[in-house]
């Protein structure tokens, strides 16, 4: 087993094993038609090709454009298709593609190791870390100098889904910081700080262990903007010294060390799954219940909401409030 400063990829433990649906007018014309219950791990054509191998995404789309690329024996030349791989037979140039196996890959990524799939510099990133025989990319992002859990994979619906603002993902993390924040910096970061971007907040934030000049704090969000822990504790005056996250819902890193990784098994993705769609459903319940004059939708409720305020009478001719001066 590798050390933690040689960043070598080493296998722990082998375990073998939504999106908006498109309209009717999303779909070209020549596309085959698909079942309901097919619904479910669509990709788009041109994703589903660059991940066999067959070159990048822009070059995928001249395969369609050119006729090249058949979908259960239909010709599609029409960009905006989305395909399951796992149930359509998709041909190129009359050859197959194999269906492809879904991998999903837990890595401890080492401080110096960038996330992004590709970079100018020729710097060490995270699928370089793990094995190189499927086309896969990392789900969300660490910057460069934290450290961490981060998962890869070559599951574009299951990557979406977890990196995805709307579905909350929560993710948790150990923050060692200068000084001590007291109790009124603990309430503000609970509450929101405003960044250039809008107001960010951990849902969760507990002081873990106190030293001499610094501090580590458990900190869980569920958002994922770019260097929000370091900013918005900046902002509040604590420089954030060393960062890693620890989980994502309730997947914890276990005991990895830096640079290594081990496959996710089914049991372990269908549990971030349904992390997502109790996110899914908790935000459902909160937009339903509030909607002005409408029916509750939780749990098939037909009791109405609160009552709306009486509307204001509008003169014959006269701009809607919302429109510019």
């Given at each position: 087993m590798p050390t933690s400063h040689s960043y070598r990829p080493s296998r722990i433990t082998s375990r073998s094993p939504s999106l908006r649906r498109p309209s009717a007018s999303d779909r070209a014309p020549n596309a085959p038609r698909r079942a309901a219950s097919d619904e479910e791990g669509l990709e788009r054509l041109q994703k589903v090709l660059a991940a066999a191998g067959l070159g990048s995404r822009r070059s995928c789309e001249e395969l369609i454009t050119q006729g090249r690329v058949e979908v259960d024996r239909k010709v599609?030349?029409?960009?905006?298709?989305?395909?399951?791989?796992?149930?359509?037979?998709?041909r190129v140039d009359g050859e197959r593609l194999p269906n492809p196996k879904r991998v999903v890959y837990m890595l401890y990524k080492p401080v110096g190791i960038v996330t992004t799939h590709y970079d100018p510099s020729g710097r060490s990133r995270?699928?370089?870390?793990?094995?190189?025989?499927?086309?896969?990319?990392?789900?969300?992002?660490?910057?460069?100098?934290?450290?961490?859990?981060?998962?890869?994979?070559?599951?574009?619906?299951?990557?979406?889904?977890?990196?995805?603002?709307r579905y909350g993902i929560e993710k948790k993390y150990h923050v060692q910081v200068a000084g001590v924040p007291g109790p009124e910096i603990l309430d503000k970061l609970r509450r929101g700080v405003r960044l250039a971007e809008g107001s960010v907040h951990a849902k969760q934030i507990a002081i873990r262990s106190q030293h001499k000049e610094s501090s580590v704090l458990e900190m869980v969000l569920d958002?994922?903007?770019?260097?929000?822990?370091?900013?918005?504790?900046a902002r509040l005056g604590h420089k954030v010294h060393q960062l890693k996250r620890v989980a994502i819902g309730k997947l914890s890193m276990g005991n990895l060390l830096p640079g290594q990784w081990r496959q996710l098994s089914w049991s372990e993705i269908e549990l971030l799954k349904k992390d997502a769609q109790r996110s899914i459903g908790s935000t459902a319940h909160r937009s339903g219940t509030f909607r002005r004059g409408r029916t509750s939708r939780h749990e098939g409720s037909t009791q109405r909401t609160s009552n709306p305020p009486p509307r204001r009478r509008r003169r014959a001719g006269k701009a809607s409030s919302w429109r510019k001066k």
């Open positions: 599609i030349s029409e960009l905006g298709v989305r395909v399951n791989p796992l149930r359509q037979e998709i995270v699928v370089d870390l793990v094995p190189g025989d499927k086309r896969v990319f990392p789900i969300g992002r660490l910057d460069r100098m934290s450290e961490g859990l981060i998962l890869v994979t070559n599951d574009g619906p299951l990557a979406n889904l977890l990196a995805h603002p958002e994922g903007k770019n260097r929000e822990i370091r900013r918005m504790l």
